[in-house]
């Protein structure tokens, strides 16, 4: 069987403390070389679009699949599609294809989940965000799932959104949240921090400053995917006494590391990546200590992310059965 799940399906399927569950099963499986991650395939359009392809074979655990993603047209505004496909590799057969813009964002916000339950202090109880959008949800989600949030501060441009994000989030997560008038305010003695911004159209800006991290605090950040976008300062980097990035790919993708190494603030020394993190390699050594989480994503985060999205929704019987989609061929 194949099941199809759209956008409300999945929606349906998600759970959040499920997903940072799962995809830490795989980032472990990475960890001990039984995953095979290349680099996502990055092809340009003529029309200032783009397709972009992220494969993985999981040898241990028996799955594999991928996630595309792309953008066409000339209009700026143009939606970006996400598609995650994932095959059971012992059965051969493709379980699931479904819309993944949704689950993309609870995806990267498990990921941040993950990282902060190895990298923040366990008695954290306060988050500075910067970012209102649904990326800025889903982290802020995550992090509310591994450590106990008492009181959130959030900045973002546009003073609606803002609030609006601080009523509907209030409401969602059973928690005082604030909407502040400044990115500094936001952050001003949070325990944790979460950069999540659209930096697509920011240009050069940075939306955090490293002069604004004080003793003990985590910063995760998940904008900046892309050479020409930005979302942290390079002084970041240098005042992080430990980092942990998802991935070594992320050194040639991500405009915030690309600047930081340009400009020699990115010590190689201070970098952990994030399946040797949950693996048991330890960075944050004590609480006085200042950690750095920078994500861009992968192709297991994806994958994981997409089988337990499958395994709920057989359970609450949503998504469309095509049984034998793909016909067999013997070779």
Known sequence: MTLILNAKD????????TIIDQIEKGLVEEYSGHVIVPARVNLPTNNKG???VMPAVMNESGYMGFKVFFKSGANNQSSVRYLIGVIDQNENNLEAMMDSHYLTAVRTGATTGLATKYLARENAKTVGVIGSGLEARTNLEAVCAVRNIEYVRVFSPNPNRRALFAQEMSQKLGIKIEAVDSPEMAVQGADIINVCTNTAAAGNRVA?????MSTGVHVNSIGSTMPSMREIDTDTFEKADG??????HLEEESGDVITAIKNGQYDSSKVTVLPALVSGNIVRKNDAQMTLFKSVGTAVQDI?????????AKKLNVGTDVGEFLEAKMF
Not at 10 to 17: P, S
């Open 208 to 212: 955090f400053e490293g002069k604004w």
């Open 50 to 52: 783009f397709f972009r």
């Open 243 to 248: 980092i942990v990035i998802d991935t070594k």
């Open 304 to 312: 994981m992310a997409a089988r337990a999205v499958y395994e709920e």
């Open 10 to 17: 999945v929606e349906q399927a998600i759970n959040m403390r």
